[in-house]
């Protein structure tokens, strides 16, 4: 009765194609926007901010990065923590090169690279379909991270091998560094973060959407009406690298600090991205904010109740952690392949008629 | 006019219109196997035009030559007066040909509305950048569109399924929404690979009113693949008849049924 | 002079490519008869070889968690098992794993499209890893089940005396092409000449219609997964003698997937060929190309291969053409 659509009339093809189309959905959400820019940087710790939130933040990116390739584009990319490592040094590189820019350009600008990068493997996709192009990404993972451990010149030839962020600021305020106090990451990684959301839901509203999803579908078909698949393959690739290499820059520079590829960008990155989708949603953007949340938070319970609780070794948590993983994925593929985003909506589907059932 | 007889009706149609789309001997191969030889035929500006033919005869194959899905070993196909080069089945489309499927080719994951507007997807020309800020041209367009498309939706009379994903439809509504992706493309020439395969009586009848319905209107020119001869005589202008890859018949529904090959290969046993 | 030992390192990489065809070939079984890519079959040879040390070592199962959770001190039964027993028992487990599979994910996705089926074979994957972890600890293991090992003295000496340049080839290597070459033509004998292999080719060809003649899709499939977790022991076996049983082995075993986009999916020749052109290519790569770029090409040498490949013929080398429909 409290959550209802009757009476939500729309009188025009504009309204009837909004993001919440109901009118709770969005005062909801403004007033979850509200808290989080307005209340949240006030109280926000810096265990809060490092092991939750600025982590749900940045995969959450990842996430809706990976969702628009292979949840809406229906192609499959196990090179996501590749790609990621493209953004990272991207802005390391340009963040030391020049460093009179702001910091958000070179963020934008890493994305950019990486959206290009991300064509550039994605040509195959062109030729190749379904699990052999799954495989065929694995070329740009194990590729990407070797070039960046083999060629001195990506981590400025450091003795160490790693690459480390220099403080640059925003309006005073430290936002890459070691300085960079709790709010100011958090507040970073939510301005991209809910701007790239809203970009997402743009684009998978608008026509391109609708071509990714055509050739996701069923891509002879898209083709025969109408859809280039160069150009709908490529743009999916690109756009998707695009939110991967932001999220993999910020990951590195606001988050981390400091990255080796092979250990920050290895194989199992790209399978963390895509399990958040699985279990999130494929195809849903507030899926990829959901699993995002649900595989950051997942470690952290479970470190809180075997380690600190119980005592027990953190190896074998982390082995355990891994078993619940990958028996979540097979869950969800069994139970729900639409992943919690799926769930949400038969809630609030159910929802729309409490109390009264019938 | 009014008081015309539809056969004589159409022959005026089928011999007068200026020709739209000419085939000129056109030969497919996959491998060894002949699916088409050396077959032409043209296609009038406004008529329908049916293929018929027993099962692989080759007529599907026929559309995806049409349509560019297939590219024939020889021939050559020439559409408006002009030699059509070798083009993608993209390419084809933005000529103004749309099609439906043998087998339904919807897309399951999408609802009805949305794959509707896929149709339209070459009257949409804004940006990937101004799609993503969904300022200005993006939206203007995405709501003149869905206009048009709410047209089609009234048109074939789906509003109530406007919101429903695809997947979850029963046969012969997808049939319908197929036909309504396809006439969202406006297109010159409109094929139809077995429109009515699977259907029951009354959405048979149905579906041949909203593809008279079409033709009138819109002045849409038809090219259609169908098994029933009932419907077949009655819908189209002219009909293409095949056999075994080959064309044996071509020519008005009563000159086709007094076509003594045709009668032998195919309609033969209906006869008796 | 520069010749021979280019010649000795492809040698070498003949012998690494038959280990990646063992892999490869357990992912052409499943594949081929369930439609499902694999991808946990690296891991189950980790798992296999763990499980393997382990019963022979006579370790505890679950000692890390049954110490944790009641805070005692198991670790050892104090007593060791014969490589033999200790091969029958881990092929009896990976059986049952095969079963529990069949039973727990694959009965529930029949009809799932094969990405779905994928990406549960890497949820798969990540809870094998986590299991073997959790039973047999993540310690690098050392296994030893008696094969020989160590350089051929009368390859080096035969081949010094008669072309002057002593040819270095590890024994266990010439030992795990011979068995893989055993494995192979026990496998095509089986699924040409018996009947259990017939059904199981028929169940490749087509679900359904093999389901009308009476062919049971879950026991077919039960087989299969115990053949391929067969394969993945003996894979694991080699590797692990050779390498250490760790996590890495199932990377190692990931490089059957390039060997599959070479060779096709569904054809063995593919899958032994495949294997042998990735493993000479690599090692080669490495030798000629390798030392200018910083070395460790090894790790993207085969995707980029197969990656090239599949641009210019996208159904592999022994795939049929696929002519596309509507």
């Given amino acids: 009765m409290i959550y209802r659509e009757a ?164 309006f005073g305020w430290a936002v890459t560094g070691p300085a960079t106090s709790a709010p100011a990451k958090y507040l970073t990684c939510l301005v991209f973060a809910v701007v790239l959301a809203w970009i997402a839901r743009n684009l998978t509203r608008g026509m391109v959407g609708r071509k990714w999803m055509a050739i996701r579908d069923m891509d002879i078909a898209a083709e025969i009406i109408g859809v280039n698949p160069l150009t709908a393959k490529l743009s999916a690739f690109a756009v998707s690298s ?54 950051v938070l997942l470690p952290v319970l479970l470190k809180n109740l075997l380690v600190v609780r119980l005592g027990w070794p953190t190896d074998l948590a982390a082995h355990l952690e891994l078993m619940i993983v990958g028996g979540l994925i097979i869950f969800f593929l069994i139970v729900e392949p639409h992943g919690l985003a799926r769930l949400w909506r038969l809630t609030k589907e159910k929802l729309r008629l409490w109390p009264f059932p019938h | 006019m009014i008081a015309t007889p539809a056969a004589e009706f159409s022959t005026d149609k089928g011999a007068t219109r200026p020709v739209l789309m000419d085939l000129k001997n056109i030969t497919l191969r996959f491998g060894g196997v002949v699916a088409i030889k050396d077959i032409s035929f043209d296609i009038r500006e406004g008529e329908i035009r049916a293929i018929i033919g027993p099962n692989g005869a080759g007529k599907s194959s026929m559309l995806n030559v049409i349509s560019g899905f297939y590219v024939p070993q020889q021939g050559e196909i020439w559409f408006e007066g002009q030699k059509r080069p070798p083009m993608k089945p993209y390419q084809v489309a933005r000529l103004g040909l749309a099609r439906t499927f043998q087998n339904i080719a919807l897309f399951d994951g999408m609802s009805v509305l949305d794959n509707i507007m896929t149709g339209r997807l070459n009257k949409m020309k804004s940006s990937l950048f101004s799609q993503a800020l969904w300022w200005g041209p993006a939206e203007r367009e995405e709501v003149e569109n869905r206009a048009q498309v709410e047209k089609i939706i009234d048109f074939l009379e789906i509003q109530n399924i406007r919101k429903t994903p695809v997947g979850r439809l029963p046969y012969g509504l ?58 077949v005589m009655d819908l189209s202008d002219r009909v293409v008849v095949m056999d075994y890859g080959r064309k044996i018949g071509d020519g008005t529904p009563d000159e086709v049924r007094a076509n003594p090959e045709v009668i032998s290969a195919y309609l033969g046993v209906a006869h008796e | 002079m520069e010749f021979l030992y280019a010649s000795e390192v492809l040698v070498n990489g003949l012998m690494a490519g038959v280990m990646y065809s063992l892999v490869a070939l357990g992912f052409v079984l499943i594949y081929k008869a ?65 079963i529990a599979v069949e039973k727990l994910v694959l009965k529930h996705l029949v009809g799932q499209e094969p990405i779905i089926l994928f990406m549960a074979t890497i949820g798969l994957a990540w809870f094998l890893e986590g299991l073997g972890d959790v039973m047999w600890g993540a310690d690098v293991k050392v296994l030893d089940v008696g094969l020989p090992q160590g350089i051929s003295d009368s390859i080096e000496t035969a081949t010094n005396n008669w072309l002057g340049y002593g040819f270095f080839i590890d024994r266990l290597d010439i030992w795990a092409t011979v068995i893989a070459a055993a494995l192979v033509a026990a496998l095509v004998g089986f699924s040409q000449y018996t009947k259990q292999g017939r059904a199981m080719r028929a169940v490749a060809d087509d679900h359904q219609a093999a389901l009308s003649v009476g062919i049971s899709l879950r026991f077919i499939w039960i087989m299969v997964w115990s053949i391929a977790g067969f394969v993945a022991l003996v894979a694991g076996i080699m590797w692990g003698t050779k390498s250490g049983v760790q996590f890495s082995l199932s990377l190692i075993a990931l490089k059957a997937l390039p060997v599959l986009m070479l060779g096709g999916f569904t054809s063995i020749p593919g899958a032994i060929v495949g294997g042998l052109i990735i493993g000479m290519g690599e090692k080669l790569f490495e030798y000629f190309i390798g030392p200018m770029v910083g070395g460790a090409t090894e790790n993207w040498f085969a995707y980029v291969l197969a990656l090239l490949f599949l641009v210019f013929r996208p159904q592999g080398l022994f795939g049929e053409r696929i002519i596309e429909r509507v």
């Fill in chain 1, 7 to 170: 009476g939500d009339f729309k009188t025009s093809y504009r309204d009837d194609g909004q993001t919440f189309p109901i009118r709770l959905d969005r005062w909801g959400y403004y007033a979850l926007l509200g808290v989080a820019f307005l209340v949240v940087p006030f109280v926000i710790d810096s265990y809060w901010a490092n092991a939750v939130l600025v982590p749900f933040l940045i995969y959450a990116i990842a996430a809706i990065g990976l969702n628009i390739l292979t949840g809406y584009a229906g192609q499959v990319s196990l090179g996501t923590g590749g790609f990621m490592a493209v953004g990272a040094y991207s802005v390391y590189k340009l963040m030391t090169a020049f460093p009179g820019v702001p910091i958000f350009v070179h963020i934008l600008l890493a994305g950019a690279i990486t959206a290009v990068v991300g064509m550039l493997f994605g040509l195959p996709s062109l030729r190749i379909k379904g699990f052999y192009l799954a495989v065929a990404t694995l070329a740009a993972q194990f590729f990407l991270v070797w070039l960046f451990n083999k060629v001195p010149w990506f981590y400025n030839y450091s003795a160490s091998g790693q690459i480390n962020a220099p403080e640059r600021t925003v």
């Fill in chain 1, 242 to 295: 695009f939110f991967v290499g932001i999220a993999g820059a910020l990951l590195f520079s606001v988050y981390l600090g400091a990255a080796e590829a092979s250990e920050a960008f290895g194989i199992n990155k790209s399978f963390l991205v895509l399990f958040m989708i699985i279990i999130g949603g494929l195809g849903s953007i507030f899926g990829s904010f959901a699993g995002a949340a649900f595989l």
């Fill in chain 2, 174 to 231: 997808k049939k319908r929404v197929e036909l309504a992706r396809a006439l969202a493309a406006e297109p010159r020439i409109l094929l139809l690979d077995e429109p009515m395969a699977g259907m029951n009586v009354e959405e048979k009848e149905d579906m041949c009113r909203f593809i008279l319905d079409v033709n009138d209107e819109f002045g849409t020119t038809i090219v259609l693949i169908e098994h029933d001869m009932g419907v």
């Fill in chain 3, 34 to 98: 369930s439609g499902v890519f694999n991808y946990a079959q690296g891991v189950m040879a980790l798992f296999a070889a763990m499980t393997l040390v382990g019963i022979m070592e006579g370790r505890v199962p679950f000692a890390h968690l049954i110490n944790a959770a009641f805070g005692v001190h198991v670790d050892r039964f104090g007593w060791t098992v014969p490589a033999i027993f200790g091969i029958a028992l881990t092929a009896l487990i990976m059986v049952g794993l095969a």
